[in-house]
């Protein structure tokens, strides 16, 4: 009877070591995400893991739909990767060209009006396909602020301020941005276009001035990076009762206050606004694109650029 029940202590012992490793193994994939509270966690592959935020009730961010997508590098599996299409195509195009695609997000845009000049850069592969020509008095300057570089491995990423010439930049693959949201953990955005105790009427503005474009809540698009390297896709909806969008500032405090991660770029908005989840249905977009009016997932707007993770 003795070695019974040691044989069953052994066994109940062992058991629950088992799931202390299964709970720290859960804890680290998981542990960017500060609060957990109104978030829904689902683990797509051992390095990539989908958050959702949805709450009626939070203080600071009630009415509000939020996803987010984690890719870990560091474990080996899979990589990131930009595609471009100049003939346009809609994230889940995009998304079923592109074998063993796990999540992806819209990227970078390019403006289509005869009144303006190119102002995004965009570097694939040691190829500049884009580059910026509008001169700082142009009402479309802010529009690559920050920039995203990246190695062709897809592994390794970076944000942080663009520079002056682009040329200077060795890195193999750049996309750029606006406006930077946090960069080395200062919270940039913050100030950005903060039009708090601003007695201008906004309406009145140019659609592309950047008080605005990013002093207003509108659907979003960012990336960031953590600080142990992990990327971060991020979608925020917008333009509805439930789903009411964010300014620059508000998505900065947001992320801040979740992620706290190293540096943030906002990349886009509005209607190009689509994240992409592999085998979710009805066609794999899980927010909520407002091209078609309604809040539901089939107003996909055609775009150029698509960031994937594989």
């Avoid at 406006?179 to 708090?196: E, K, R, S």
């Avoid at 601003?198 to 503005?205: A, E, R, V, Y």
């Avoid at 606004?273 to 909520?288: A, F, K």
């Amino acid at each position: 009877m003795r070695n019974i029940k040691s044989g069953l202590l052994i066994c109940l012992s062992a058991l629950a070591l088992g799931c202390t490793a299964q709970k720290r193994q859960a804890s680290s994939n998981t542990a960017e995400l500060l609060d957990r509270k109104d978030w829904k966690i689902d683990t797509l592959r051992r390095n990539v893991i989908w958050y959702h935020f949805n709450s009626a009730t939070d203080s600071e961010f009630a009415n509000q739909n939020v996803n987010v997508v984690s890719f870990d590098p560091k474990a080996k599996l899979g990589k990131a990767v930009l595609v471009y299409n100049k003939e346009k195509d809609s994230l889940s195009d995009f998304a079923n060209k592109i074998s063993g695609a796990v999540a992806g997000i819209n990227a970078t845009y390019f403006i289509e009006k005869k009144d303006s000049a190119d102002y995004m850069h965009l570097r694939l592969k040691g190829v500049d396909i884009q580059q910026v020509k509008v001169p700082r008095t142009s009402i479309y300057w802010w529009k690559h602020q920050g920039m995203m570089t990246f190695n062709n491995e897809g592994t390794q990423f970076d944000i942080q301020f663009s520079p002056t010439d682009f040329a200077k930049v060795k890195s193999e693959n750049i996309i750029t941005g606006a406006p930077m949201l946090i960069d080395n953990y200062q919270p940039v955005g913050l100030t950005f276009a903060d039009t708090t105790g601003l007695k201008l009427d906004l309406k009145k503005l140019h659609y592309e001035h950047y008080l605005k474009h990013q002093g207003v809540r509108h659907p979003r698009t960012a990336v960031a990076v953590t600080k142990d390297g992990k990327l971060l896709l991020i979608t925020v909806d917008g333009r509805n009762a439930s789903a009411k969008g964010m300014s620059a500032k508000e998505l900065t405090s947001f992320l801040v206050r979740y992620f706290n991660p190293k540096s943030a770029m906002n990349i886009d908005g509005g209607g190009s606004t689509m994240m992409w989840i592999n085998g979710q249905v009805p066609n794999g977009i899980v927010n909520y694109p407002t091209d078609n009016k309604k809040f539901d997932h089939y107003g996909q707007r055609k775009v150029e650029t698509a960031l994937f993770i594989k």
